[in-house]
């Protein structure tokens, strides 16, 4: 018996920082913000929980701005066919998402489209 309410207590104590360990979509993102953006690949993060794609793009105003594009994790990406020398840095490519909510050049990426 004592045994099990130490583990339910090493339980509980553990929980919150589990639940703390990743973010839940809308905390981060606003579903009713879509963006669209077009860039050159800058880097690519191929890491967990999420892959990061950074990319510059061009505004109205001809200042170019690097945008942070979240992805899945990268076990994910593999699973759907993605690989790393797939976004080359120097692609361009398409991209359409949702914008971070803290007003940062931050969106969630939803599809990604090569050039070609």
């Known amino acids: 018996?004592?045994?099990?309410?130490?583990?339910l207590v090493a339980l509980l104590c553990l929980s919150p920082l589990a639940a703390d360990a990743h973010h839940s979509f809308s905390a981060e993102f606003d579903i009713?913000?879509?963006?669209?953006l077009t860039g050159t690949v800058t880097e690519v993060r191929w890491s967990n929980p999420h892959g990061w794609?950074?990319?510059?793009?061009?505004?109205?105003?001809g200042k170019v701005v690097n945008w942070a594009l979240?992805?899945?994790?990268?076990?994910?990406?593999?699973r759907r066919g993605w690989r790393k020398?797939?976004?080359?840095?120097?692609a361009v490519v398409t991209v359409d998402g949702w914008l971070a909510r803290n007003g940062t050049p931050t969106a969630n990426s939803g599809s990604i489209k090569l050039a070609d």
Not at 70 to 78: C, G
């Open 53 to 61: 794609i950074y990319i510059d793009v061009k505004g109205e105003d």
């Open 70 to 78: 979240e992805t899945a994790a990268s076990n994910q990406l593999y």
């Open 32 to 36: 009713n913000k879509t963006v669209t």
């Open 1 to 7: 018996m004592r045994r099990s309410v130490m583990g």
């Open 85 to 90: 020398e797939d976004l080359p840095v120097g």
